[in-house]
C-alpha cells in the first residue's frame, strides 16, 4: 500500500518549525535572562502588569497602582500581559524572566512567519528561505537612516534592537504575529477556504491584542493585500472574504477593545505623539492613488502579478512613512519611527521578489547578478552572525540598582502610600512589589489627563510651593528626587535642589537619591470636605499662573474638617469608607473617578461626582456614614464579552462543521 504524502499544510508547518528553532538559536540568551542590564527600558511596565495579573488572577478590573486608579484594561492589550502571567505560574519563574521567555519566543516564530508569507504568496520555497534569512539578521532600513543604523549594536537587526535595548517586546511581539495573519488572509481570500479564513480573524486578533502599532501596520498591510489581490483575480468574493475576516476578528476583541478604550488611547497618544500634518495628508492621499492607478494597470486579470503588487505596495507606503518623516517631516499620524521594524520587513518582501524575478528570468548573467546581490547583503550581517549573543547582557545584581533599593525601602516604610515618582524608578516602581504612585509605568491608559500637567510642573518648574500643593491635592505620601551621581537613569528634575528645606527629608542614601515626606492631614486617601467651598473652587487652568486656583483646592481638601476618614479596600474592585458627616459635607475619594465606580449606603444608591482634581466625590446626608463603592463591569465591556463569546461560537462551527469553503477553491 502506498504511504500517503504529506499535505501542503503540514509541509509548510514543519518548514516554520525549523526556521522558528533556527531564529531561536540566534537569540538562545533571551530565553534565559531574568533582567537586562538596561534599566532605561520601559519592559518593566509588562512585566509589572503581568505581576499584577498573577496576584489578581484572573481578571481584575481597576488598577488602584498607576494614574491615582485606571481602569485595568486600558493599561494595555492583553496578549502579552496575559502571557507573561501564564509563562510564570506555569513554569514557577519571575514575571521579568516570564516576559523574556515570552518575547524571545514570539521573536523566533516571527521568523517563521515571514517564511510563511513568502512561501504562500511567493510560491517559492527558496526564497522564502531566503526572506527568513534576511528577517533574522538584516535591517535595510539601515542604508538611508543613520540614526538607527547607529544605535544597533554589530549592526544587529532594528527589530531585535529595540527589543532589547528598548524594551518594545509588545511591538515586537505583535509584529511576529503578523506575517502569520498576512499569510493565512492571503489564502483564505484567494482560496476562500472557511477554516483558513477564520484562523486569519484569530491571527489578526492576535496581533491587535498585543501591540497598537502593529495594528497600525496590518490596517495598512491588509487593505493593500485585498486590493492587490482582487485587481488580479477580479473576484468579488474576495471583499465579502475580506469583510469576513475583519468583522471577525473585531469581535474577538470586542471583550476588551471597547469604544471606551478607543476613545482613552486616542486621547493618551495625544501625550506621546505630535499631531499630523495637512500636507502629509494629502502627499499620502496622492500616493495611495497613484499606487491603485499604477496596479490596477499593471496587475489587471493577471494572478501571477497579485504578490508583486502587494509587495510594491508595502514597500511604497512604508517607505513614504517612515523615510519621508527622516528627511521631509511627513506625518498623517503617530510616530512614524515606531514603525521602523515594519519598514524592515516590507524592504526584504520587495528585495526577495526583486531578486526572485531576477533569478528566475532564466539567464545565467541575471542569476548570478541575484546571487551576489544576496551574498553583499548578508555580508553587512557578518559582525552580528558571527557574535550573535554578545548583544545581550544580564545585570544579575538589580537589588544594588537604585529602582530596587528606593521601592523597597518604599514598601517596608511607607505601606499603603502614595509616591510621586519620576524617570526609571517610576517606570520600575511595581515589578518587585505593590505600591501605589501618582503616575505610571508608561502615559497609556490614563483616565485623569490633569496628572500630566501635575507630572510636568512638579519635575520641570522651580516653584516648590506650587509643586508641594499638587502633591497634596494629588493625595502623594512622599516624592521621590533624584540628582547627581544617582544611577537613576534620566534625572528629570533640573532643579533637584527645589524642596531642600521646604520638605523633610526621610530617606537619603548619600549617592543623590532622596524621598521627601508629603505633609498631609490624615494618610488616608479620602477626606471630609465642606460642600458648599468645593462647589466654589474654580478649575485648575492648564498653564503655568495656576498657583491661586490650586493652593485653593489643596486648602479646601487638606485644611477642612478635621474629621478622620477609614477606607478600606476589597480586593481591586470594591472599597468601603466610614466617616462622620456633618450638615453641608461631603466625602472625597481620592481614587480616579470613573462613571463604573458606583456607591451605596445602607443599600441605597448614592451619586458619584468627578472632583475638580478628577477624583470622586459622594455627596451623603450628615450622620456616621458607610459607604461601599465598586467598579462594576461597564456596560461596552458586556456587550464586548458577548461578541466574543459569539464569535468563538462561530469560530467552532466554521472549523469543524462539514463545509470548509466559502467558494473558490479547497483548503
Known sequence: MARARPTEELVLFAECCAVALAAALLVWPLFRIEYLDNWASIESTFMAHARFIQEHWPHPRWLSWWYCGTRFDFIYPPALPYGTAAISMLLHVSTARAYHIFVALLYSLGIAGVFALVRVGSGSRLWAWMGAAATASLSPCFLFLAPFRQDALLHMPQRLNVLVKWGEGPHISALALLPFALALSWRAIRDGGRRTLALAAVASALVVSTNFYATTSLALFFPLLVWSLWIAHRDRRMWWRAVAIAALAYALTAFWLTPSYLRITMENLKIVAQPGNAWSRWTALAVLLAFALASAKLAHRRPHRAWPAFVCGAVLFFTVNVAGHYYFGFRVAGEPYR?????????????????????????????????????????????????????????????????????????????????????????????????????????????????????????????????????????????????????????????????????????????????????????????????????????????????????????????????????????????????????????????????????????????????????????????DVEARLVFELPLDNVIGRWLTVLSVLILIAVCFGRHTRLGGRKL
Do not use: C
Open 339 to 623: 514603525l521602523v521594524p515594519e519598514l524592515d520587513v516590507a524592504l526584504i518582501l520587495g528585495a526577495v521578489a526583486a531578486l526572485h524575478t531576477l533569478a528566475g528570468s532564466g539567464r545565467r548573467w541575471r542569476q548570478a547578478a541575484a546571487l551576489a546581490a544576496a551574498a553583499t547583503a548578508f555580508a553587512f550581517a557578518w559582525p552580528y552572525l558571527t557574535h550573535p549573543w554578545s548583544v545581550y547582557a544580564a545585570d544579575r545584581n538589580y537589588r544594588q540598582r537604585v529602582e530596587y533599593r528606593l521601592t523597597d525601602w518604599i514598601a517596608g516604610h511607607l505601606p499603603g502610600g502614595r509616591v510621586f515618582a519620576a524617570g526609571s524608578v517610576r517606570y520600575w516602581y511595581d515589578v518587585w512589589r505593590n505600591g501605589a504612585q501618582v503616575g505610571g509605568g508608561s502615559d497609556q491608559g490614563m483616565l485623569n489627563n490633569i496628572l500630566v500637567l501635575a507630572q510636568w510642573q512638579v519635575t520641570r518648574d522651580n516653584d516648590a510651593a506650587r509643586d508641594i500643593a499638587w502633591l497634596q491635592s494629588l493625595g502623594a505620601d512622599a516624592i521621590v528626587v533624584t540628582q547627581g551621581a544617582s544611577q537613576e537613569i534620566f534625572h528629570e528634575y533640573p532643579s533637584p535642589q527645589k524642596f531642600q528645606g521646604v520638605l523633610a527629608p526621610i530617606f537619603d542614601d548619600g549617592q543623590g537619591d532622596t524621598i521627601y515626606r508629603v505633609p498631609r492631614r490624615f494618610p488616608v486617601h479620602a477626606r471630609v470636605v465642606e460642600t458648599a467651598r468645593v462647589d466654589a473652587l474654580r478649575p485648575i487652568p492648564w498653564d503655568n499662573v495656576n498657583q491661586a486656583a490650586l493652593a485653593a483646592y489643596r486648602d479646601t481638601v487638606e485644611n477642612g474638617p478635621d474629621t478622620p476618614v477609614d477606607m478600606q479596600w476589597e480586593g481591586t474592585d470594591a472599597l468601603r469608607v466610614r466617616a462622620h458627616l456633618n450638615s453641608g459635607e461631603s466625602l472625597l475619594i481620592q481614587e480616579t473617578y470613573d462613571p463604573a465606580w458606583h456607591a451605596w449606603i445602607g443599600g441605597r444608591p448614592i451619586p458619584v461626582r468627578n472632583d475638580l482634581m478628577g477624583y470622586m466625590r459622594l455627596d451623603v446626608p450628615p450622620g
